[in-house]
């Protein structure tokens, strides 16, 4: 009987050993997934017509690949808040558009950047955000008059040819990189994949904040 139960002690040490070691492993995988690196290959280029806000003379870019239809680049958004709020002075946020969810997704950022156009890009992105589910082009006006827009020349924008060209761009860079979820923030060489906390972005993003991307 006493042996039976040393033989179920170690039995049963080991299936906690194995647990642990099984958790250990998911963990390592997971953080693999969600980071890899671009050395050696091409950046992200941010262009005259790119979106951005944050430091202007900024000790680090972070590009955010996203799109409008995602919600977890819906629910990120809390996060990007938090890392600009808490290096003001040192982080400049660049947009990319990556709409592969579908023809809605492009034409919510197609949208966006005529509400840029006036001024409002930012204020567009939070209430698409806040409004996933329908971006018909009465529902993409609608978010435009409720920001105040001039509703004739956010209409002019949307038959611009020229806007989904932009978005496209930005698309097809992504792509380019090897960028296939969304959110992704692009931080010097390294590509942070999926709605990561807020420490594992400012982990990732602090060597970069003491010498630069």
């Keep these: ?3 039976s139960r040393i033989i179920a002690s170690i039995l049963g040490a080991g299936l906690v050993v194995m647990l642990l070691f099984g958790v250990d492993l998911a963990r390592n995988r997971s953080a693999e997934k969600a980071q890899f690196d671009f050395s050696g290959i091409a950046r992200p280029t941010q262009y005259r017509e790119s979106p951005s806000k944050g430091a202007a003379n900024p000790k680090a870019t972070v590009f955010e690949y996203a799109d409008f ?3 977890h680049c819906a ?6 808040a938090r890392i600009l709020a808490a290096h003001p002075n040192e982080i400049r946020l660049v947009w990319k558009d990556f709409p592969f969810l579908s023809q809605g997704s492009k034409d919510a950022a197609a949208a966006a950047r005529c ?9 567009y992105q939070n209430w698409l955000f806040a409004n996933q589910g329908d971006f018909s082009p009465s529902a ?7 920001l105040g827009l001039d509703e004739s020349r956010f209409t002019e924008c949307r038959s611009d040819d020229t806007i989904p060209t932009l978005v496209e761009r ?5 792509q380019a990189l090897g960028i296939t979820e969304t959110p992704t923030l692009v931080i010097g060489g390294v590509a942070l994949v999926g709605a990561q906390p807020f420490e594992e972005v400012e982990r990732v ?3 970069f904040l003491k010498n630069g991307n």
């Excluded at 509400?115 to 204020?123: D, I, T």
């Excluded at 993409?140 to 409720?146: I, M, S």
């Excluded at 930005?170 to 992504?174: I, K, N, V």
């Design 69 to 71: 239809a995602c919600s």
């Design 1 to 3: 009987m006493e042996q």
């Design 205 to 207: 993003l602090m060597p």
């Design 115 to 123: 509400a840029g156009q006036q001024g409002k890009f930012w204020e």
């Design 170 to 174: 930005d698309f097809a860079e992504g």
């Design 75 to 80: 629910e990120f958004q809390a996060v990007i």
């Design 140 to 146: 993409l006006l609608e978010g435009a008059a409720r």
